[in-house]
Nanobody
Framework: QVQLIESGGGLVQVGGSLRLSCAAS????????MGWFRQAPEKEREFVAA????????YYADSVKGRFTISRDNGKNMVFLQMNSLKPEDTGVYYC?????????????????WGKGTLVTVSS
C-alpha cells in the first residue's frame, strides 16, 4: 500500500509556472513507476507524464510536451511536475500516480495507486 499526497497547486496566469510535488509513503518508492494525470472540469481524466523507477525514462502527453517536466527524488520519496508556459486548457485537478513493479502507465486502468489530487487553475 502506498499513500500519495500532492501539493503545489494554485491559481496562475496564462504563461506562468507551477511546480507540483507528490510525497509517497513507504520504503519501496524506487520500485514504482510514477506519473501524473489530470482531469479538467467536465472532462475525463487524462495522462500527463510518467517516469521510470530510476528516473532514466520520461514520457509526456503531446499536449504538454516541451512545457512540462517530470522528475523524481528516490531518496526523498517524491515526484515532481514542473509546469511552464501554462495555458487555460491546463486547468484541472492533477493526480499523482504509482505503478508497482515498475511499468509506466498512460491509461487510468493501468494505475495502481492514486493521490487525492491538487487543483491547478490557469486564468486567461
Amino acid at each position: 500500500q502506498v499513500q500519495l499526497i500532492e501539493s503545489g497547486g494554485g491559481l496562475v496566469q496564462v504563461g506562468g509556472s507551477l511546480r507540483l510535488s507528490c510525497a509517497a509513503s513507504g520504503s519501496a518508492f524506487s520500485s514504482y513507476a510514477m506519473g501524473w494525470f489530470r482531469q479538467a472540469p467536465e472532462k475525463e481524466r487524462e495522462f500527463v507524464a510518467a517516469i521510470s523507477r530510476s528516473g532514466g525514462n520520461t514520457y509526456y502527453a503531446d499536449s504538454v510536451k516541451g512545457r512540462f517536466t517530470i522528475s523524481r527524488d528516490n531518496g526523498k520519496n517524491m515526484v515532481f511536475l514542473q509546469m511552464n508556459s501554462l495555458k487555460p486548457e491546463d486547468t484541472g485537478v492533477y493526480y499523482c500516480t504509482a505503478n508497482r513493479g515498475g511499468p509506466v502507465s498512460t491509461t487510468t486502468g493501468g494505475v495502481d495507486y492514486w493521490g487525492k489530487g491538487t487543483l491547478v487553475t490557469v486564468s486567461s
